[in-house]
């Protein structure tokens, strides 16, 4: 989100939401929320920020000292913990419905939620507000269904058949029948994928060879119950994962940015746009299928931004994997880019987001104090440099970084020297 003309926005971070994953699957989703503080990044002001995360005094000076946003113009709103529970209800459960109330009396206020899920558009129905970029809180609540489907697994296979986009061999099918499906393309490949129908960020994921299925029993995780939906797939042989993320608007759907994933294992390490050269090939077909699935969306009623992921075969062949129909982990990353270098001579700029583990604990003040010493940390005035965009990690090891510059061979030196600096392992 980067509308400097859009009314004051209650920003919503729920990332405890039945849209990625189900909610029974507590510990992953308390994992994600962690990450609530990069929400500090949208804040204009006028604003505020309704978030499951603290947010220190130090990481609010850093925050505004970048973007210039004083913070006695913005408001942030913490829920404590309420267990797995969408956020709107740790609101009520916290007795914070009143102090919420107060900042969504601004005339023309409306909610950003992180994920536009059927518990945000009910609060923001209780709040009498819009859920932005609808018009009215109705057309938000319009479009929960294709919203919910698409961000299933086998809701997006069946969609990306239609729109003609090229998919993995697979089965789409209920836990009982998972074992089946698997000895099936077994018969035909030699490596299997075995997904959870709801899940992101690889939760749930197996790879599996013909030798892990000999005997009897797939032991699966238990995401989804007894009687999940589950797909199968053929596996892939990886270069790159890559994804595009796009946005619906009232004139349209256009492509925001593309760009590689990092991952371990199925899971989301980080991230660097624009696509590197091994797979810069594959941008064009890339945005098609965005442009293809945007407008399947827009049919259906959904508006803002949306994500679709993609693997790119040692062949050079891209491959359709899913879509996230959402704010996703590069989504706000990528307003804080276009928003920090706005004003310096680096257009469009290149940037990466990472995380690392520090050999040693340290705080946000020392974490910046040793990159301004080595000149890493981000200059405004250049339009490069590192930020710490998370905040300091309550462990004061696990940090969150991004990196920022003209030319995607420096985001790698920076990187490289921001690992150095931080000692990172």
């Known amino acids: 989100m980067n509308e400097p003309d859009a009314g004051p926005l209650l920003l919503f971070a729920n990332f405890l939401s039945d849209l990625a994953v189900d909610l029974e699957e507590g510990q992953v989703l308390a994992q994600w929320a962690q990450q609530a503080p990069r929400k500090a990044w949208l804040l204009r002001a006028g604003d505020a920020l309704v978030t499951p995360g603290s947010l220190s005094e130090e990481f609010r000076r850093y925050v505004s000292d970048l973007t210039g946003v004083a913070r006695e ?83 997006f296979r069946e969609a990306a058949a239609r729109l003609g986009m090229r998919l993995p061999e697979g089965r789409v099918c209920r836990r009982p029948e998972v074992e089946g499906a698997v000895r099936q393309l077994l018969e035909q490949h030699e490596r299997v994928v075995v997904k959870p129908d709801r899940s992101a960020g690889g939760h749930g994921m197996r790879f599996l060879s013909r030798q892990d299925v000999r005997g009897s029993g797939l032991a699966l995780e238990s995401v989804g119950g007894p009687q999940g939906t589950w797909v199968v797939e053929e596996y892939v042989p990886v270069a790159e994962s890559v994804s595009i993320q796009m946005e619906n608007t009232l004139s349209g759907t256009k492509a925001l940015f593309s760009g590689a994933m990092r991952t371990e294992h199925g899971s989301f390490t980080g991230y660097a746009s624009p696509l590197p050269p091994s797979c810069a090939h594959v941008a064009g077909e890339l945005e098609e299928w965005g442009l293809k699935l945007g407008r399947h969306l827009a049919d259906h009623g959904h508006l803002g931004p949306f994500g679709l992921d993609a693997l790119v075969d040692t062949d050079g062949v891209p491959y359709a994997g899913e879509t996230n129909v959402r704010r996703t982990a590069t989504t706000t990353p990528h307003a804080m880019v276009t928003r920090l270098t706005a004003s310096a001579a680096v257009a469009p700029p290149a940037w990466s987001v990472s995380k690392g583990r520090t050999r040693t604990a340290f705080g946000l003040a020392d974490a910046l104090d040793r990159l301004r010493a080595h000149r890493i940390a981000f200059d405004p005035e250049r339009g490069e440099g590192a930020v710490l ?37």
């Open 389 to 425: 965009y998370a905040g300091a990690p309550q462990d004061g090891h696990s940090w969150r970084y991004a990196v920022i510059a003209a030319h995607p061979d420096e985001v790698s030196e920076w990187e490289r020297s921001l690992v150095e600096v931080l000692g990172i392992k």
């Open 73 to 155: 113009r913005t408001a942030v709103i913490e829920v404590p913990p309420a267990g797995a529970v969408p956020l709107a209800r740790a609101v009520r459960e916290a007795g914070l419905m009143d102090r919420v109330a107060a900042h969504a009396r601004q005339p023309g206020t409306a909610l950003l939620p992180t994920a536009p899920d059927a518990s945000a558009v009910a609060f923001a129905r209780d709040l009498g507000l819009t859920v932005h970029p609808y018009a009215t809180v109705d057309e938000a609540a319009a479009a929960l269904p294709v919203t919910m489907l698409l961000n299933t697994k086998a809701g």
